[in-house]
């Protein structure tokens, strides 16, 4: 009888914690990987980053510093891949898979950086000497907040939108 009971009461155990395993699971992630993918000319893009919200937060000089390099999303650090080799804001990229930083300035141009090291966490191991590329470009005001990052493709280029802030990139 004692042996029943002790079985009966683990396996309930068991589904307390099972059923709290699933709730914690069920909750969305508080920044959500997300891919945005075009063609800029003949040119696939590829950009995979995690999507912050801004919840009432000061993004820009508060949670993301000023002249501070930074993942431009959240958890890994972005990437960006082309499978052709492409111009960004006039510089030479070639076709490959990059992380992808920026350089928030409180001056409004910021530092646009494509980094040789794909696979990073944040931007914590971060290393000039692998940067790929560096090109500066201005932001522009978004009309309203966006409150989830995103990144949009267009035959143009690419921007980054979140807060009260576009960050478009041109590429050709």
Do not use: H
Not at 4 to 21: D, E, Y
Not at 59 to 86: C, H, P, Q, S
Not at 123 to 149: G, I, M, N
């Amino acid at each position: 009888m004692k042996s029943t009971i002790k079985s009966i009461t683990s396996f309930m155990f068991m589904l307390v914690v099972s059923a709290n395993v699933m709730a914690q699971d069920a909750k969305p992630k508080a920044s959500p990987a997300e891919t945005a993918t075009g063609k800029v000319g003949a040119a696939n893009i590829t950009i995979n980053y995690g999507s912050p919200s801004v919840k009432g937060r000061q993004i820009w000089g508060g949670l993301e510093k000023y002249d501070k390099v930074w993942r431009a999303g959240a958890n890994d650090a972005t990437t960006f891949e082309t499978d052709k080799d492409i111009k960004v804001e006039g510089k030479a990229l070639p076709a490959g898979k990059y992380s992808f930083f920026l350089i928030p300035r409180e001056s409004g141009t910021w530092t646009a950086i494509f980094n040789k090291e794909p696979k990073q966490w944040g931007a914590y191991k971060y290393e000039e000497s692998k940067d790929a590329l560096r090109v500066d470009v201005k932001v522009k005001p978004l009309s309203s907040t966006q409150e989830k990052l995103v990144y949009n493709i267009t035959n143009k280029g690419f921007s980054l939108n979140w807060d009260k802030v576009s960050v478009p990139v041109a590429i050709k």
